[in-house]
């Protein structure tokens, strides 16, 4: 009985989804977008320093596509996430940027949605 068990949790567990950096950089349009006041640069630079004050790891940068890709890595509660930021110019003083958290590993329930807290922290910086 706990062999079928074991055997039927270890392909559900093979069989759910995963996300990598490949699923990462096509979510554009899955997450939370929001409006700054403020030049592309200076939202860039932002961005940045929010995803450092987020102990977040970069994978990937270009700021001429404006694409973030970074990750968090296994936690007791998390196999990690995958998360996104996509850099829009609006105007010469207005630039959206939107975040997008996807889970590592799809049944990890308990993993951290970091959307607001990305936003909260590109607020943070650029009021400085």
């Known amino acids: 009985m706990t062999n079928k068990f074991l055997i039927t949790f270890l392909l559900f567990f093979l069989l759910v989804g995963c996300n990598t950096l490949s699923d990462a950089q096509k979510s554009e349009g899955q997450g939370k977008k929001v409006s700054y006041q403020a030049p592309f640069n200076k939202t860039w630079d932002a961005a940045m320093n929010a995803v450092s004050n987020l102990k977040l790891t970069v994978d990937r940068q270009d700021k001429n596509q404006g694409t973030i890709f970074a990750e968090t890595s296994l936690t007791f509660t998390s196999y990690g996430e995958i998360i996104s930021i996509f850099l829009k110019k609006q105007t010469e003083s207005i630039t959206t940027v939107e975040a ?10 308990l993993a951290k949605e970091w959307a607001d807290q990305i936003h909260l922290e590109i607020a943070k910086e650029l009021k400085k």
């Open 100 to 109: 997008v958290s996807k889970r590592k590993l799809e049944t990890n329930i």
